[in-house]
């Protein structure tokens, strides 16, 4: 009797880091850039690393309103100092005279001779004569030149990503354009028969395609070049067919839906047949199904159908993935913070578990009462997400690792 043959092993789940290394590891920046106005640079990611060709502030300057001076006229605590000239913002006064003192407004330059500053609620003024009630100290509400930036520093490094305060401190340094890395091309399109776009009569059995929504305004947060591929047909043929029109000019393609096992679902399947698959499973709840793969010369990722699966899964994993594509170099992950919970969590799961939270009036984190993968108000009502590990149950007081949807929405 001839032995029978084994039936292959399911292949383990990779843990959530195991899954984001082996992704982050494949990443490949985007190489080309384009020169774009720093007022339009918003979102971008720095090709180069900016010098400054000044200093910031380019000259001594006043820190209040009131009135400059020598420190030594002022040492008794009570000089009579005749006002010798006026200088607001902007203007360049005279050489201070010793026995005198200048009138000045906030950010206005330090006139020669003058060696500190007294604020004008310290000082009484008759006529053209100030009395000092102060004795300052020399330097004292001075900014001096090159305090913030110096003439020749880096002020921006190469990756960054350009926030309102990178195209301030460029702007302050007078660099009116930025080289960036090109936009990201990210293709898109959800597959199902059953999904169906708002606005368009509900058939029975059929779900509005909120996922659509969902995954397009993240990557509109993150600054990507969209196509939009829409709704696919659940077929092996129309999913090959549009993976391969996807594939062309694209660094990515995201899909939603049809990522599980089942005699529908194609996506397996269609890029194993167009492509290749480098993971498939993970040990997260939501979320487990995630494919991960290469589609000709665009990177693949595959996300659930259900909605909070798919949202969760893009801030863990796509979001990530897309700012090392977008040559982002510093830190990627989102800031955590322990805090404490106020609920508590008997039954613990063999999956690490992002669960929907918010922050009570108390400080402590109160859970969303259906943490199932389709409840898409837990998000909504949410502040973000405690990422509980495996195996691991929580108890009303314990300090548990939380994850602002703050830091996972840029």
């Given amino acids: 009797m001839s032995a029978q043959p084994s039936k292959p092993q399911p292949r383990p789940m990779l843990a959530v880091g195991e899954a984001l290394a082996l992704m982050l590891a494949a990443a490949r920046p ?3 850039t384009e020169t774009v106005p ?48 006026r200088i607001p913002a902007g203007h360049v006064g005279q050489p201070l005279l010793p026995g005198t003192a200048a009138r000045i ?32 100290k020399p330097g004292e509400w ?3 030149a090159g305090e913030d930036i110096t003439d020749g520093s880096v002020i921006l490094p190469a990756g960054a990503r350009l ?20 936009k990201l091309r990210v293709a898109v399109f959800f597959t199902g028969d059953e999904l169906t776009m708002p606005g368009e009569p509900l058939a029975p059995g059929a779900i509005y395609n909120s996922n659509r929504f969902t995954l397009r305004a993240l990557l509109e947060n993150l600054g990507c070049e969209i196509s939009d591929f829409g709704i696919v047909p659940d077929s092996l043929e129309a999913t090959r067919s549009v993976l ?12 939603s839906g049809g990522v599980s096992v089942g005699e529908e679902d194609h996506i397996k399947p269609a890029v194993e047949a167009e492509g290749k698959l480098n993971m498939w499973l993970i040990a997260v709840k939501p979320g487990k199904p995630l494919a991960f793969g290469q589609v000709k010369d665009a990177f693949f990722l595959g996300l659930p159908g259900n909605p909070v699966a798919s949202f969760i899964t893009f801030l863990m994993f796509v979001r990530p993935f897309i700012l090392r594509l977008q040559g982002v170099s510093g830190p990627i992950a989102p800031r ?14 063999k999956r690490n578990e992002f669960l929907r939270a918010r922050i009570n009036a108390e ?11 389709g409840v898409l108000t837990s998000t909504v009502w949410g502040d973000g997400v405690i990422d509980n590990p495996p195996g691991t149950t929580i108890s009303a007081g314990d300090m548990v690792r939380f994850i602002p949807f703050s830091e996972l929405m840029y």
Avoid: W
């Fill in 105 to 136: 407004f906030t950010g206005a330059h330090i006139p020669q001779g003058a060696d500190a500053v007294v604020m004008q609620e310290q000082c009484e003024l008759a006529g053209d004569v100030v009395t000092i009630k102060h004795a300052p």
């Fill in 30 to 32: 985007v190489e080309q």
């Fill in 244 to 255: 391969r029109e996807s594939a062309q000019a694209h660094d990515l393609i995201i899909t």
């Fill in 363 to 373: 400080g402590g984190l109160e859970l969303f009462n259906n943490q199932s993968s």
């Fill in 142 to 144: 001075i900014r001096r």
């Fill in 38 to 85: 720093t007022l339009n640079a918003n979102g971008r990611v720095l090709a180069q690393a900016q010098v400054s060709g000044m200093n910031v502030p380019g000259m001594d300057n006043t820190q209040m309103d009131g009135y400059a001076v020598r420190a030594a006229d002022c040492a008794g605590g009570n000089a009579a100092l005749t006002v010798s000239q």
């Fill in 163 to 182: 926030r309102s305060q990178e195209l301030g401190l460029a702007a302050s340094v007078g660099l009116a354009e930025l080289p960036v890395k090109r």
């Fill in 336 to 349: 955590a913070f322990s805090m404490r919970a106020d609920f508590d969590l008997p039954k613990a799961d």
